[in-house]
């Protein structure tokens, strides 16, 4: 579904939908509550358009890999996987594979984590959802200034970790093949990721 661009009237004034961006994801999901989502799938909303895709066994078996290795430097509190969180742009709700969050984060308005909160986020692609992990999700990820954005490619057998946000991009964009270690030692998440047990399509 892909919401319409035109700007709306309210009270009088003319609201853009980038300004009514927050009230608009709201309507959006309320909606989405509404209908049934089959068991196994994620919703997301990229840049207006309702997204929605079948979690693999490959996709949960590399998130928990990753999971278990930030537990080694993040509380379990402060690590979300598939949960709400609003990014800059045109009507981004997103709900990242696995996000870990800064010392003190705390919710907006509507409980919900804060995307200027974010310290690491992990995605595992799928041929389906890979134009918008590379594309949409990359550009708003660089936006909010996520220190550390990492793509697994469980098809391609390789990881591409995006490093230092500027400007609404990342200034370092590294790929890896799967078994060499992800190497953040030198960014606010500060560990090694090892990628030796990731699974492969």
Do not use: W
Not at 164 to 186: E, W
């Amino acid at each position: 579904m892909r919401l319409p661009a035109p700007a709306r009237q309210r009270g009088g004034g003319t609201v853009t939908i980038e300004e009514a961006g927050s009230a608009e994801l709201d309507d959006l999901f309320d909606r989405l509550d509404q209908r049934h989502i089959p068991e196994g799938y994620k919703v997301e909303i990229v840049e207006g358009t309702i997204c929605m895709a079948r979690q693999r066994g490959t996709h949960r078996e590399t998130l928990t890999d990753i999971y278990e290795q930030l537990r080694t430097r993040y509380p379990r509190k402060r690590l979300l996987s598939d949960v709400r969180i609003d990014f800059p742009g045109c009507l981004n709700g997103f709900a990242p594979g696995l996000v870990a969050l800064a010392e003190g984060a705390t919710t907006n308005d509507k409980d919900q984590p804060r995307y200027q909160d974010i310290e690491f986020v992990a995605e595992v692609v799928s041929q389906g959802t890979a134009a918008h992990d590379y594309g949409p999700k990359k550009r708003a990820y660089a936006l909010a200034e996520v220190p550390v954005y990492v793509v697994a490619d469980p098809g391609a057998g390789r990881c591409r970790v995006f490093t230092r946000p500027q400007d609404g991009d990342h200034r370092a964009d590294l790929t890896l093949a799967y078994g060499q270690p992800i190497d953040l030692t030198d960014t606010v998440v500060d560990i090694a990721l090892s990628t030796e047990e990731f699974p492969r399509d």
